[in-house]
């Protein structure tokens, strides 16, 4: 059973580009989380969803970044227009129930040139 | 070896000692508790959970411990390993929340 797939794992993007990023859940894995670390911190959650619902978005901003877990394929978060500021490495984690625990993917490295 | 949390970001310990890294959690409502190992380049890798009708679980060489009346969480690692190296971070999560809540992380070096 492959564990949480992230991709790609690294990804540089000028300033004012879009910037997708992509996570396949375990197998069996119906919730997924996003998070971001910006160096030497700890992780601050972003979303929250199932299969074809956000479920918790309190945590991205509400400008330029966007969540989907569609029916079929990985989930996808999206950030247009990237700034420096978004530069943060990005997990993605994944749990089979919502209070169970959550499994992390090996994350992306976003770096905004 | 001893951390408290955010207070010491940093703990240095000799092969073989035990380690105890500390958390203070902020929610009294959170009712389950994550010990996650992330290494350097990688992501979170969990180690052991606890919910709040226990003080204490083991696992093979950590054991974690829970003091609910002062908000605590603690992470015993015995017998220090150099691939115990690594920043461990406690989550929080309550039972009514869809979200865990990650405290800022004690760096573990074991010096051979």
């Known amino acids: 059973n492959a564990g949480v797939m992230q991709n790609p794992r690294h990804l540089v993007r000028r300033r004012g580009q879009e910037a997708r990023l992509r996570c396949s859940p375990m197998k069996g894995h119906s919730h997924v989380y996003w998070y971001r670390q910006l160096p030497e911190e700890g992780l601050k959650f972003m979303v929250y969803?199932?299969?074809?619902?956000?479920?918790?978005e309190s945590g991205m901003p509400k400008e330029r970044f966007s969540a989907e877990f569609p029916k079929e394929g990985p989930s996808i978060l999206r950030i247009q227009q990237v700034v420096r500021g978004d530069s943060a490495a990005y997990f993605c984690?994944?749990?089979?129930?919502?209070?169970?625990?959550?499994?992390f993917g090996p994350g992306t490295r976003l770096l905004v040139l | 070896g001893e951390s408290v949390g955010l207070h010491l970001p940093t703990l240095s310990v000799q092969e073989g000692d035990n380690s105890i890294i500390n958390c203070a959690y902020s929610n009294s409502a959170s009712d389950y508790f994550i010990w996650y190992k992330q290494e350097s380049g990688k992501g979170p890798q969990f180690i052991i959970d606890i919910r709040s009708n226990m003080d204490k679980r083991q696992g093979q060489r950590v054991t974690v411990l829970l003091n609910k009346t002062v908000k605590h969480l603690s992470l015993q690692i015995a017998a220090t390993q150099p691939g115990d190296s690594a920043v461990y971070f406690c989550?929080?999560?309550?039972?009514?929340?869809?979200?865990?809540?990650f405290g800022t992380g004690t760096s573990l070096t074991v010096i051979p």
């Open positions: 969803l199932q299969k074809e619902n956000i479920i918790d």
């Open positions: 984690a994944s749990s089979p129930f919502r209070e169970e625990t959550q499994y």
């Open positions: 989550a929080e999560i309550k039972s009514t929340g869809n979200q865990f809540y």
